[in-house]
């Protein structure tokens, strides 16, 4: 068990439609990365917040936002959704932002476009 | 931004040693080598980490070539349960302080009893 919690397990949705995927990050981590893992594309990094700021983005379409709260949990809002989302979604945490830190990972959010 | 090139898939021996390679030949100075893995039905894990010289800890050892333009990461009895997709991973600290992760497809290690 990594510490990191991510909500819900499983999400089965349509097309078209809005889903909200939330991670809370261990123990007093104040990164949260988020990544999505499909089958022909790998791990891709899609963002990082720090500490309720956004510091970095990967490949993330604009269709999809996230956020961190004050708590240092953070959603990420996926839109007007096809096909092609449907995929693992796994958030990480770490204590910084350096780029040394580990990250830690949580089970992830397998998400089910129909 | 930074990449690494691993082999698709390794096979091993239960209780024998594994070298799994990588070649990050456009690594930066400051570029640190991570490597992570990933069990089956779960998220990724930390392994190790290094900058130049090699590292050990208690799940596996991380040799870099002296021009650190390649990694190993050394498995030194595999077990049944290090049956996982093998991740190397450069930690690129971008202009601004902000990273852009890459993850490569990773090596698929298969343990034979």
């Known amino acids: 068990d990594s510490g990191v919690t991510q909500t819900p397990k499983h999400l089965i949705t349509a097309t078209g439609q809005r889903v909200t995927l939330r991670c809370s990050p261990r123990?007093?981590?104040?990164?949260v990365y988020w990544y999505q893992q499909s089958l022909d594309q790998g791990l891709q990094f899609l963002i990082h917040?720090?500490?309720?700021?956004?510091?970095a983005k990967g490949n993330i379409l604009e269709r999809f936002s996230a956020q961190q709260f004050p708590d240092l949990h953070s959603e990420l809002n996926l839109s007007s959704l096809e096909l092609g989302d449907s995929a693992l979604y796994f958030c990480?945490?770490?204590?910084?932002?350096?780029?040394?830190?580990?990250?830690?990972f949580g089970p992830g959010t397998r998400l089910t476009v129909l | 931004d930074a990449k690494t090139t691993q082999p698709n898939s390794m096979e091993s021996n239960e209780e024998e040693p594994v070298h799994l390679p990588c070649n990050h030949s456009?690594?930066?100075?400051?570029?640190?080598i991570h490597w992570y893995r990933q069990l089956p039905s779960q998220g990724p894990e930390y392994v190790i980490h290094?900058?130049?010289s090699n590292v050990n800890n208690r799940m596996a050892s991380l040799a870099i070539a002296e021009d650190r333009k390649s990694s190993t990461l050394i498995l030194h009895r595999a077990t049944l349960r290090d049956a996982a997709v093998y991740y190397c991973?450069?930690?690129?600290?971008?202009?601004?302080?902000?990273?852009?992760?890459?993850f490569g497809k990773g090596t698929k290690l298969t343990v034979n009893p």
């Open positions: 290094g900058l130049t």
């Open positions: 991973i450069l930690r690129a600290n971008t202009q601004g302080g902000s990273e852009k992760l890459v």
């Open positions: 917040y720090y500490n309720g700021e956004e510091r």
């Open positions: 456009t690594i930066s100075g400051t570029d640190y």
């Open positions: 123990s007093g981590d104040l990164s």
């Open positions: 990480a945490s770490s204590v910084e932002d350096w780029f040394t830190d580990t990250q830690y």
